[in-house]
């Protein structure tokens, strides 16, 4: 009898959830199927937390990104640490750092120094900036009193490396962004006409397109941007620098734009719409462009990490953005001997959350385009 009762109330459960299922809305279901993809939540966990240090560096680092520790170039990192063999449990702290001499390599290192313990505390106050470039403050989010607390180590001029890893985040993740938004506007309205119109135009655009891929991306990133002059601002180098990788990663997306419109245009509701007198600018953008609007979502997605590589590859090699600018191309830079590399690996930081951030907007592209079809099982 228990059976029975535990099959009929499973059966009513099922229906219940195919009811729920058939007079739900695309959106609805698409959010359903983007949360049963664990990689995808998770990373969009990630790719939020990334975008918030973002909005908050300047109080979220600890020290201002130029500031100079002339006793503490090239310090490795610091653990911060709970427990002391004097006191025991007791609040997070570091060890001081002193240089010694090391005699198999006869190169000063640094070493800590374990009769100076510096407390680190949240919401101390320190060096000052203005939030967003309007809120003068000195607030940041954790620190020292008693001295400089470096959680990824300093640079070969005692920069604090943390600080300058948040800061670049800003232009790194940012660039990604607007350089997509140039691209998705170049790429919606070439491959809609290329689509919706054919003929000429379409083989004029996808001639265009052709020629474009058919460069090495490296040498014709690094061609237009040795076109960039030495001399302009940080702010100018930065648009350039969008605009340049806007201009190259525009085709994919147009191309399936394109395809989309090729077998939308003979749809029966596109030629209603045309009998009842509607434009072609609002056939495209009212009706067809809203039908495949989840993959656009998804290839757009996708494509954010070729610009983020982009300008961090450009910036390697020294053909991007420059110092006094900061970003985690930047910042690579001083990664480029192996023997730097060997001798101070932690400079390699940013590399972890470029990986981080790439890897992260492949999952989420990967989750968003198994949501845009949420018919499929």
Same mark, same amino acid.
């Given at each position: 009898?228990?059976?029975?009762?535990?099959?009929?109330?499973?059966?009513?459960?099922?229906?219940?959830?195919?009811?729920?299922?058939?007079?739900?809305?695309?959106?609805?279901?698409?959010?359903?199927?983007?949360?049963?993809?664990?990689?995808?939540?998770?990373?969009?966990?990630?790719?939020?937390?990334?975008?918030?240090?973002?909005?908050?560096?300047?109080?979220?680092?600890?020290?201002?990104?130029?500031?100079?520790?002339?006793?503490?170039?090239?310090?490795?990192?610091?653990?911060?640490?709970?427990?002391?063999?004097?006191?025991?449990?007791?609040?997070?702290?570091?060890?001081?750092?002193?240089?010694?001499?090391?005699?198999?390599?006869?190169?000063?290192?640094?070493?800590?120094?374990?009769?100076?313990?510096?407390?680190?505390?949240?919401?101390?106050?320190?060096?000052?900036?203005?939030?967003?470039?309007?809120?003068?403050?000195?607030?940041?989010?954790?620190?020292?009193?008693?001295?400089?607390?470096?959680?990824?180590?300093?640079?070969?001029?005692?920069?604090?490396?943390?600080?300058?890893?948040?800061?670049?985040?800003?232009?790194?993740?940012?660039?990604? *962004?607007?350089?997509?938004?140039?691209?998705? +506007?170049? #790429?919606?309205? =070439? &491959?809609?006409? $290329?689509?919706? @119109?054919? !003929?000429?135009?379409?083989?004029?655009?996808?001639?265009?397109?052709?020629?474009?891929?058919?460069?090495?991306?490296?040498?014709?990133?690094?061609?237009?941007?040795?076109?960039?002059?030495?001399?302009?601002?940080?702010?100018?180098?930065?648009?350039?620098?969008?605009?340049?990788?806007?201009?190259?990663?525009?085709?994919?997306?147009?191309?399936?734009?394109?395809?989309?419109?090729?077998?939308?245009?003979?749809?029966?509701?596109?030629?209603?719409?045309?009998?009842?007198?509607?434009?072609?600018?609002?056939?495209?953008?009212?009706?067809?462009?809203?039908?495949?609007?989840?993959? *656009?979502?998804?290839?757009?997605?996708?494509? +954010?990490? #070729?610009?983020? =590589? &982009?300008?961090? $590859?450009?910036? @390697?090699? !020294?053909?991007?953005?420059?110092?006094?600018?900061?970003?985690?191309?930047?910042?690579?830079?001083?990664?480029?001997?192996?023997?730097?590399?060997?001798?101070?690996?932690?400079?390699?930081?940013?590399?972890?959350?470029?990986?981080?951030?790439?890897?992260?907007?492949?999952?989420?592209?990967?989750?968003?385009?198994?949501?845009?079809?949420?018919?499929?099982?």
């Amino acid at each position: 009898m228990m059976q029975l009762f535990t099959k009929l109330a499973r059966r009513k459960k099922e229906e219940i959830k195919d009811e729920k299922i058939f007079l739900a809305s695309q959106w609805q279901l698409m959010w359903w199927k983007f949360k049963r993809h664990k990689l995808a939540m998770v990373s969009m966990c990630i790719l939020a937390f990334l975008y918030i240090i973002v909005l908050f560096c300047e109080f979220i680092a600890p020290y201002d990104p130029w500031e100079r520790f002339e006793d503490y170039k090239n310090a490795p990192p610091q653990l911060v640490r709970f427990y002391s063999k004097e006191e025991g449990f007791r609040g997070p702290f570091v060890y001081g750092m002193k240089q010694e001499m090391d005699m198999e390599t006869f190169r000063k290192v640094f070493v800590e120094d374990e009769s100076k313990k510096y407390a680190v505390r949240l919401f101390v106050r320190g060096s000052k900036y203005k939030l967003w470039g309007l809120f003068e403050s000195d607030l940041h989010l954790f620190g020292s009193k008693d001295g400089p607390v470096f959680l990824f180590g300093t640079d070969e001029l005692g920069r604090d490396l943390f600080s300058r890893v948040i800061y670049g985040a800003r232009i790194s993740l940012t660039i990604g *962004l607007v350089g997509v938004f140039l691209s998705f +506007i170049l #790429g919606t309205l =070439l &491959g809609g006409i $290329s689509g919706y @119109f054919g !003929g000429t135009i379409d083989e004029v655009i996808q001639r265009t397109i052709d020629f474009l891929v058919s460069i090495p991306t490296i040498p014709l990133w690094m061609a237009l941007s040795a076109a960039i002059p030495q001399d302009w601002s940080v702010i100018r180098t930065y648009f350039a620098i969008t605009i340049i990788l806007s201009l190259v990663g525009w085709g994919g997306l147009a191309r399936v734009v394109r395809g989309r419109l090729l077998s939308l245009r003979e749809e029966d509701f596109i030629l209603a719409a045309r009998l009842t007198g509607a434009s072609e600018w609002r056939i495209i953008t009212r009706h067809m462009l809203p039908s495949f609007a989840s993959h *656009l979502i998804a290839s757009i997605t996708l494509s +954010i990490p #070729g610009m983020i =590589l &982009g300008e961090t $590859s450009l910036s @390697f090699i !020294g053909l991007g953005l420059r110092p006094p600018a900061i970003s985690w191309g930047v910042l690579l830079q001083d990664a480029q001997q192996v023997i730097a590399v060997a001798h101070y690996p932690w400079r390699l930081i940013p590399a972890f959350f470029i990986i981080v951030t790439v890897l992260s907007f492949n999952f989420l592209g990967d989750g968003l385009r198994d949501a845009a079809d949420p018919y499929s099982r």
